[in-house]
C-alpha cells in the first residue's frame, strides 16, 4: 500500500481565485476617473426594489462607484385581461 504524499505545491495559487476564469466571462469595464483607464468592475447588491434588485459597479482596483444597474426579475408571462 502506498501512502499519500502531499507534494509541495509548485506554483503558488495565492491570490489567484479559481473562479476569475468564470468571472471575466461576465465582467464589465468602465471607465474609472480615479485609476485614468477602463476598468473591470465588480457587482454589488446595493437595493432590492419592487422592480428589480439595484446593483452598484465598483473598480476593482480602487473601489469607486462607476454606475449601477438594475436587474429585474426573471421576466414573467404577459399579464392580458
Ligand atoms: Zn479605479
Redesign the pocket.
Known sequence: MKKFVRAPMQRSARGVPPRKQFEGLRATELY????K?S?PVRERLLLVLPEGDKYEYL??????S?GDKIVKEAPKPALII
Open positions: 474609472c476617473p480615479i485609476c483607464a476598468m473598480c476593482v482596483r480602487c473601489g469607486t462607476l
